[in-house]
């Protein structure tokens, strides 16, 4: 008897395997990975190889601006699209072509930087293998008014997502950097403990709605080159000497605060506003940087005699993100617990 595999759409031998007086059958197609048995011939028992909630194979998506620590990606099975960064006309993948210490260590040498988001043809390609793959994926991307990787996948899915059997959501996290990784890593989690698809997506919408984000820009420099932060134009018209503190709102890069002066450490020079977003409650923390260490250490160690600090992470900058901000940029982001 012959069974037709959905996910590589070619029919397949059975193989049955008697173990223990009870029956195992299998399928094979071709190469393809053995998937799961649904059905068998009459007068069989149908023995599913995997668990009640395991039964499907599932995978979480993001892109490389997401600054997930690399132990996690591989800890939860994370597929992260690398988005483009091209330094002096040389097009690198995003933690592929080129890591975090390679690309700081020769920052001061690139005259010409800037970062492109996935592009459509090889977000296609990877697409379709994933749809032959997965039976469930959920795609959790920088947000839109920052890069067109979201739109892209968007694209792709309609236009590509022809088998019925491969459920697919396509998530804005309206987030950079660790605002987005710490989404993602939420979802990670919860597929990871068995929940379904809909409990899964919506542990990322409120994930969303509660993050908090304090980025520290010390120079104005690399701004001025990129047009991606809201009010710009009145920023740069303040005196000379302005260091702006940032936050994600509603998808943009807009300026939370202006600090002036000599700030050893502006993000805890908004402390008192910090605690006003805390409230009280615990939180989980990241820390992201790209070039001063020392900083983040004083960070951590200030936020965690402050707050009931649950889960902390530190990481550093993507290119596609230091590109943006400099090299001596450095985050907070936060989601305080109910």
């Not at 950097?177 to 990670?188: D, E, F, P, Q, R």
């Not at 805890?268 to 989980?284: A, F, H, Q």
């Amino acid at each position: 008897m012959q069974l037709f595999c959905s996910k590589t759409r070619k029919l397949g031998a059975f193989y049955i395997l008697p173990i223990d007086f009870n029956v195992k059958v299998m399928y094979c197609c071709g190469l393809e990975k053995y998937q799961g048995v649904r059905m068998c011939e009459k007068g069989l028992p149908v023995w599913q190889a995997l668990t009640e909630g395991e039964d499907m194979n599932r995978v979480i998506v993001t892109d490389s601006t997401a600054d997930i620590p690399e132990d996690l990606i591989k800890k939860y099975k994370i597929k992260v699209m690398p988005v483009r960064v091209i330094l002096d006309g040389r097009v690198f993948r995003d933690g592929k072509d080129i890591s975090r210490a390679s690309f700081y260590n020769s920052f001061d040498e690139f005259s010409n930087m800037s970062s492109e988001p996935v592009r459509y043809e090889d977000y296609g390609l990877e697409f379709l293998q994933m749809t032959k793959l997965y039976d469930e994926i959920i795609i959790i991307h920088c947000s839109q008014h920052l890069s067109e990787t979201y739109s892209n996948a968007v694209k792709v899915s309609r236009d590509f997502n022809t088998d019925a059997g491969c459920k697919v959501e396509i998530i804005d996290s309206g987030q950079c950097s660790m605002g987005l990784g710490m989404i993602v890593i939420a979802a990670a989690e919860a597929m990871h403990k068995g929940m379904s698809f809909d409990q899964i997506v919506s542990v990322i919408n409120r994930t969303r709605l509660k993050m908090k984000s304090y980025m520290a820009i010390p120079t104005l420099k690399y701004l001025k080159k990129n047009k991606k932060i809201t009010g710009m134009k009145a920023l740069l018209g303040v005196a000379i000497g302005v260091k702006p503190v940032l936050e994600m709102n509603q998808g943009k890069m807009v300026i939370k605060s202006k600090l002036f002066g000599e700030q050893k450490n502006m993000i805890l020079s908004m402390m008192d506003k910090i605690k006003e977003d805390v409230s009280g409650r615990p939180i989980t923390l990241s820390i992201i940087y790209s070039g001063n260490r020392n900083l983040v250490q004083n960070l951590h160690d200030v936020f965690q005699s402050t707050f009931d600090c649950r889960d902390v992470y530190i990481a550093r900058f993507s290119p596609s993100i230091a590109i943006n901000t400099g090299p001596d940029s450095y985050a907070v982001f936060f989601t305080p617990h109910e």
